[in-house]
């Protein structure tokens, strides 16, 4: 889990949430990591990003579908042409439920993977992604968990070009990653042995936070709720937690 420069087609370049209640959800994030909210116009359909010490972290869009589709978050992958995304995507097994040009900021492609999963890709315009990553308040991984693993990484490999390293292959944990060790952009997690039969396959959006605990505890005050117990693990503490629309994402406090 390391800092990375947000140039290579199909690295994750920026993430967004899509909220029931963005006034809600951006009270709930700006007390929890520090973020300013910043309106992006009446013509971007009140989209708001974002901003921890004047750097865009993250984007968020109105869930206007009234409960059909719940609040998540949306980890988008570098690409470089948003018409040759969205072809490659429905060939490799992927439904293209958005490509969207949105005015000069760039070009927006969302589809829901072979496993299920929504998934984002960008075409650059002046939007470029995220200004920082592994800092207290940002994200520090993008990690897909699946129901359906081998169609999830072939679909990753031929939509986006991902050149995958496994970390683990048995039956008990296994994941690969979008490069190598300490070089790995974002994971892929089979999430066979843990997903219920009533979850889906989805993105996980983690943030680095200075102290697990406290983050939680911080998170529960102000209306979320921590769906895991804290755990320590090779590359961090960790935890899921819900925000008080229910989109889940992970705390983790870094190892430096």
Known sequence: MSTFIQTTTGEPVWIDLFSSDPLVAGEFYSQLFGWTPREGGSELGGYINFFLDDKQIAGMMPNNTNGVIPDFWTVYLNIDNADA??????ETGGLVQINHRVHDLGTMVVATDPSGATVGGWQAGTHLG??????????????????????????????????????????????????????????????????????????????????????????????????????????????????????????IQVQR
């Open 85 to 90: 995304a969205a072809h490659i995507i429905a």
């Open 130 to 251: 995220f200004d920082e990553v592994q800092a207290p308040g940002t994200p520090a991984w993008f990690e897909l968990q699946t129901k359906d693993y081998p169609s999830a990484v072939s679909f990753y490999q031929e939509a986006f070009g991902w050149n995958t390293s496994v970390m683990s292959d048995n039956d008990d944990f296994r994941y690969c990653t979008l490069g190598v060790r300490e070089n790995a952009k974002a994971g892929i997690m089979d999430g066979q042995q843990f997903l219920l039969d009533d979850d889906s396959s989805q993105w996980l959006v983690y943030f680095s936070v200075a102290n697990t605990d406290a983050s939680a505890a911080r998170a529960v005050e102000l209306g979320g709720t921590i769906v895991d117990r804290i755990r320590d693990t090779p590359f961090g503490r960790m935890v899921t937690v819900l925000d008080p629309l229910g989109a889940a994402f992970k705390l």
